[in-house]
């Protein structure tokens, strides 16, 4: 006989009517999107509209003031719960925010070893593998200052991958990089989309929307205003805002 709780929840993020304040300002509005497991989304939309706040919420960095959020399952209303969604929803930032005084692979083997209590040649082994795949392997025991930008943002997606997550979120993960920088981190990604993960980006980057997105998503104002399949929203934006803003990126 099957044991239901042990199947995975068809759904990886279920929002419903989520809303958010910093203070009396209001920064998501009724935001409710489901996204299906290996789904790949990309959120876009113009500064300030609230696209770093929503995914914050999805590994629990930031709380919501009212609506629900169920993440691979798990109800992030509650204490508990917060914790073990941050284990299977790995996050890659703007920042790489490695730790300066730790190696490459000593950043990667940190988390699993202290975290997940993983023995420190199982956390290793895993680390090298994910190094080798982001191409970082022949720089592991390198400091991250090091390396480039590039470099050290896929040592981030690596660092990310180590805790073996279900659920992959990037924040504007190339818009801190040098241009000839770009590329190197989206090859890393479209490869990770490749293998079936769940992924939510926020990026500005269309082509790599148009390349691996099931889906876009356009928020303004802690809003989402459209949803589309990616040549439905380049192609026919359906409100104003989304035609002004893809008028300014394109
Ligand atoms: P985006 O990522 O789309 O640029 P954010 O989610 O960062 O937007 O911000 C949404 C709104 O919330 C903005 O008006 C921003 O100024 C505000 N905001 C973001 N973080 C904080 C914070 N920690 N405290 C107060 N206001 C914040
Ligand atoms: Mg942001």
């Known amino acids: 006989m099957s044991d239901f709780s042990q199947r995975a929840p068809s759904s990886s993020i279920v929002a419903r009517n989520l809303n958010k304040w910093y203070g009396t300002t209001q920064v998501l509005h009724d935001v409710s999107l489901t996204i299906p497991q290996g789904e790949r989304v990309v959120v876009c939309g113009p500064s300030g509209s609230g696209k770093s706040t929503l995914v914050r919420c999805f590994n629990g960095l930031e709380p919501y003031q009212s609506g629900s959020l169920v993440v691979q399952g798990r109800d992030l209303s509650t204490h508990k719960c917060v914790e073990a969604v941050r284990h299977e929803v790995g996050m890659v930032f703007q920042q790489f925010n490695l730790f300066p005084h730790l190696t490459v692979l000593e950043n990667c083997m940190l988390a699993p070893v202290w975290s997940n209590k993983e023995s420190a040649s ?129």
Do not use: N, Y
């Open 122 to 250: 199982v956390a290793e082994e895993r680390a090298m593998e994910l190094l080798r795949r982001v191409r970082i392997g022949d720089h592991a025991r390198k400091f991250p200052g090091q390396l480039s930008g590039g470099q050290q943002q896929r040592v981030a997606i690596a660092r990310a991958l180590c805790m073996q997550p279900k659920v992959m979120l990037f924040d504007e993960p190339t818009s801190a990089l040098d241009p000839e920088m770009v590329s190197e981190v989206l090859d890393v990604m479209i490869g990770l989309a490749d293998t079936g993960m769940t992924m939510i980006c926020v990026t500005h980057e269309m082509g790599f929307a148009r390349a691996v997105a099931d889906r876009v998503i356009f928020m303004a104002d802690g809003r989402i205003q459209e949803s589309a399949t990616p040549s439905e929203f380049f192609e026919h934006p359906q409100t104003e805002r989304a035609r002004q803003f893809l008028g300014q990126i394109l």
